[in-house]
């Protein structure tokens, strides 16, 4: 069975400085990886995925993940944290492969960004 | 275009009440799901839909039904509300049969509190 584990329900970085969110999965076929971020009051919205192909993936906002399968792996990044960045992270892991999988989603990460 | 629109946004309910809280998009998007977040939880998925006509329990549908009136509409009923199903509840839709190859779109969520 697919299951995430996000290391942290809390960060705390500042402003300028490097984020890094941590997520581990465990899936009995080949990952789909995705990160959705959900600001205050709002839905959530992807930030990221990874199907196949190149390891390195970026996303919106200056993103990027990086899929390490030996690690099972597939934590998120940004050089530089913006004020903006303030949010809730959550790393997913669709439950199949093909056109009809579900996601399964961490618990999430509570980012928070100081001036 | 409005994306996915969930009504009503709060509602307050005592336990044994019954409600229907509603989603629509206007998108033309093919699957339609139903998630809890509960805090410290992540989001859990109740029921999607993964075409129009066709309904699936998801992780936690106990509680719960679900009706796919059309392609645009799809209502989530609780039929007698217990405590436990306080919590927020977001829908959302992707243009494809899953959220493998296509984004989800999330509404803004309804904040349901079961006294």
């Known amino acids: 069975a697919q299951s995430v584990t996000q290391l942290g329900s809390h960060v705390s970085v500042s402003e300028g400085a490097l984020v890094l969110l941590r997520c581990n999965y465990s899936?009995?076929?080949?990952?789909?990886l995705f990160w959705y971020v959900q600001y205050p009051n709002q839905g959530l919205q992807l930030l990221l995925k990874?199907?196949?192909?190149?390891?390195l993936v970026k996303g919106i906002n200056g993103f990027e993940a990086e899929f390490k399968k030996s690690e099972t792996s597939f934590h998120l990044t940004k050089p530089s944290a913006h004020m903006s960045d303030a949010a809730e992270y959550f790393c997913?892991?669709?439950?199949?492969?093909?056109?009809?999988?579900?996601?399964?989603f961490g618990k999430g990460t509570k980012l928070s960004v100081k001036p | 275009n409005a994306g996915v629109t969930q009504t009503p946004k709060f509602q307050v309910l005592k336990t044994g009440q019954s409600m229907t809280l509603q989603c629509a998009q206007d998108?033309?998007?093919?699957?339609m799901y139903w998630y809890r977040q509960d805090p410290g939880m992540g989001l859990r998925l109740i029921y999607y839909?993964?075409?129009?006509?066709?309904?699936d329990k998801g992780e936690v549908p106990n509680g719960y039904n679900v009706s796919r009136l059309n392609k645009r509409e799809f209502s989530l009923r609780l039929e007698s509300a217990a405590p436990s199903q306080t919590s927020v509840y977001f829908c959302?839709?992707?243009?494809?049969?899953?959220?493998?190859?296509?984004?989800?779109?999330f509404g803004s969520g309804t904040q349901l509190s079961v006294l």
């Open positions: 959302a839709s992707t243009r494809g049969t899953g959220p493998n190859n296509e984004k989800l779109f």
């Open positions: 990874y199907t196949t192909g190149a390891t």
């Open positions: 899936s009995s076929v080949p990952p789909y």
């Open positions: 839909s993964a075409s129009e006509g066709t309904t």
């Open positions: 997913a892991v669709s439950d199949s492969g093909g056109s009809q999988g579900n996601l399964i």
């Open positions: 998108m033309n998007h093919n699957s």
